[in-house]
């Protein structure tokens, strides 16, 4: 990575390990994220897997860390916190660190939880031998001065978490560098809401880094909701591993940020290994919201199922592209994906990518993709029973997310996806007589 672009990453780099207290941990981390950096650098535009990403702003960002702003508003929490999840832990993050004021006490949760400051962890969301599409969570680990390390065991009952990340720092005073590690023991249960949230209207720059460890037969439930605020670019990555016989349920949920790109790869390393990946995105005006999922069966008799739903209205893109990669280890190994988009705006663009490479014999596996309006003869069957054209297109709409939204546990927390979602598709107070 030899261009200005790199240049002014190195010279912010070396200015916050400077500009840092000494007692802050993870410097080690930093560095050896940065060098990993300097050796791949960052995507560009002509790399096909980044092309509807908006990659132009990282011409003129502040890459330093947002540091929290110690003012009494953000020592009591940003207003306007969604309600509280029944039976959940919450943990608040602004700009990346970890606010103890409106967040639970540590010892409320059954997982163990510590502040990444405190602790000089791996370089985390890139596993070893890693592409090139999860280069921004290098970013983050070179960067990032907070997060979360999260480590469930075994217990009676699951541990239920909630994660608040609100992005509040204008982008020209830096970054915010949500990061997560997350370690589920043999036979322990977790349930995780991981949101992401703006404080104000104003623009902000996020870059995000999840990783995750699932132990033999350890199982968890992880909700990902992208609420940004609609003038914020994100930049995400999410990495798992998961080892034999254990499950994961990862549900994200897009509807924020003027400009999104999430990477998820997942590696089901452990014969029998269960995956189950849904996704949901809706993009209105010139929103862009774009994922791409890499899936790799790496031991016999793994499964996966993937889901995808996205509605781009306006002049929005919508795109995911699903990759599912089944090694010549992986005989027995069964997969499923099923990816519909969803135009509903004249100029709106929806991009689905069905990629399947299979490397051994006995392997079920099948996909589809489609991308269209809405179905004109189910419309002409509404308008038949007496509804109105707005009232059918709405009820058409939320048919299309249904396969996303049954799939969410926790009834509050369906309700509070169910409101968002139908405000994003600016049908609120119609939509919300539905359900």
Known sequence: MSN??????????????????????????????MEALAAVGLPGTRDDNWKYANLRTLERQNFTPALLNQTA????????????????????????NFAPAPSDPIEASAARITPLALTESAVPGVPAGAGGDERFALLNAAFATDGAAIAVAAGDEPARLELL????????????????ELSVASDARA??????????????????????????????????????????????????????????RLQAFGSGAQAARSTLRLQLAGERADLSLAVASLGDDKQV?????????????????????????????????????????????????????????????????????????????????TAGKLDDNMLFYLLSRGLDRESAQRALKWAFLGDVIAKIGPPELRRQI????????????????LF
């Open 73 to 96: 508003a953000a020592a009591n929490g940003p207003a306007g916190l969604p309600p509280r999840l029944p039976g959940f832990a919450r943990y608040v993050f602004i700009d990346g």
């Open 289 to 369: 919201q774009d994922t791409y999922a890499l899936v790799e069966h790496l031991a016999p008799h793994a499964h996966t199922e993937q889901t995808f739903r996205g509605i781009a209205a306006g002049r929005a893109r919508v795109a995911f592209n699903g990759k599912i990669m089944v090694g010549r280890q992986a005989a027995g190994s069964e997969s499923r994906q099923s990816l519909r988009g969803l135009l509903a705006g004249p100029e709106a663009e929806i991009d689905v990518r069905p990629q399947l490479e299979i490397y051994t014999d006995e392997v079920s596996a099948s996909h589809g993709a």
């Open 165 to 180: 990340f609100v992005a509040s720092a204008a982008s020209e005073s830096g970054v915010s560098y949500p990061r997560i």
């Open 418 to 433: 169910e409101t968002r979602l139908a405000g994003q598709m600016r049908d609120g107070a119609a939509l919300r007589e």
């Open 4 to 33: 200005p672009l790199a240049v002014r990453i190195a010279e912010q780099h070396a200015h916050t390990l400077r500009a840092l207290p000494p007692q802050l941990a993870g410097g080690a981390r930093r560095r050896a994220a």
């Open 191 to 248: 349930t995780v809401v991981e949101r992401h949230l703006s404080a104000g209207s104003g623009a902000s720059f996020v870059t995000s880094a999840v990783a995750a460890e699932l132990a033999p037969g350890a199982a968890l439930e992880h909700y990902r909701l992208q609420e940004l605020g609609s003038r914020a670019i994100l930049f995400d990555t999410l990495s798992a591993t998961l080892a034999a016989k254990a499950s994961y």
